[in-house]
Nanobody, 124 residues
Framework: HVQLVESGGGSVQAGGSLNISCAASGYTYSSYCMGWFRQAAGKEREGVAASGPDGTTSYAASVKDRFAISRDNAKNTLYLQMNSLQPEDSALYYC???????????????????WGQGTQVTVS
């Protein structure tokens, strides 16, 4: 069955960096749009970044130029490098598999097929 397992979250001071990872299994990873979305306490989910099967990437305006998504299809792993973190970036970050032709950051949530348990990122 499909499994997405995130790791690498933690606490960091404003201006710091974190790299979170997602190990995927149970499906043909390389064929899917993969992304990250986040949810802060009391707020709506927000699509953060997406990576298409063709290597294209997409970011929400709130993280563009600070975050970088990447994927290793040989390892079935998705990454999110987060730089210049701010307190407003604090949230539970979820790895997601989406079924969509257009793999943009805004396409992830409406086309969710699977997601992980989340990893907490706290910026103070």
């Amino acid at each position: 069955h499909v499994q997405l397992v995130e790791s690498g979250g933690g606490s960091v001071q404003a201006g710091g960096s974190l790299n979170i990872s997602c190990a995927a299994s149970g499906y043909t990873y390389s064929s899917y749009c993969m992304g990250w979305f986040r949810q802060a306490a009391g707020k709506e989910r927000e699509g953060v970044a997406a990576s298409g099967p063709d290597g294209t990437t997409s970011y929400a305006a709130s993280v563009k130029d600070r975050f970088a998504i990447s994927r290793d299809n040989a390892k079935n792993t998705l990454y999110l490098q987060m730089n210049s973190l701010q307190p407003e970036d604090s949230a539970l970050y979820y790895c997601a598999r989406a079924e969509t032709v257009t793999c943009g950051a805004a396409d992830v949530i409406p086309n969710l097929r699977s997601w992980g348990q989340g990893t907490q990122v706290t910026v103070s």
